[in-house]
Nanobody
Framework: QVQLVESGGGLVQPGGSLRLSCVAS????????MGWYRQAPGKQRELVARISSGGSTDYADSVKGRFTIARTNAENTVSLQMDSLKPEDTAVYYCNANLRTVSRGWAGNYWGQGTQVTVSS
């Protein structure tokens, strides 16, 4: 019923920029929050940035000042502008949404399949 589709990943040089986008589609009733997580080899999945329906944002300390999360295009879309990328930003980035669907009255977490971001050394 719900799909999260990420786009915008790729290969960049250190100091470069990428913009990730995620669109939640399907039988979505409302979205409480959307965010981005990442997982590097040998590491646990970690929160990168998150934005609530009310507009409040949270960022990992490691990306503050470099990444910006925003709601774009439509209410079911979130973007992550990544500037001044570093090799340690290399990871698979996953879109996450806490949302309600037509078939259930409570919110649940949904995940995209991930998009690879590689920052060369």
């Amino acid at each position: 019923q719900v799909q999260l589709v990420e786009s915008g990943g790729g290969l960049v040089q250190p100091g470069g920029s990428l913009r990730l986008s995620c669109v939640a589609s399907g039988r979505v009733v409302s979205i409480n929050a959307m965010g981005w997580y990442r997982q590097a080899p040998g590491k646990q999945r970690e929160l990168v940035a998150r934005i609530s329906s009310g507009g409040s944002t949270d960022y990992a300390d490691s990306v503050k000042g470099r990444f910006t999360i925003a709601r774009t295009n439509a209410e079911n879309t979130v973007s992550l502008q990544m500037d001044s990328l570093k090799p340690e930003d290399t990871a698979v980035y996953y879109c996450n949404a806490n949302l309600r669907t037509v078939s259930r009255g409570w919110a649940g977490n949904y995940w995209g399949q991930g998009t690879q971001v590689t920052v060369s050394s």
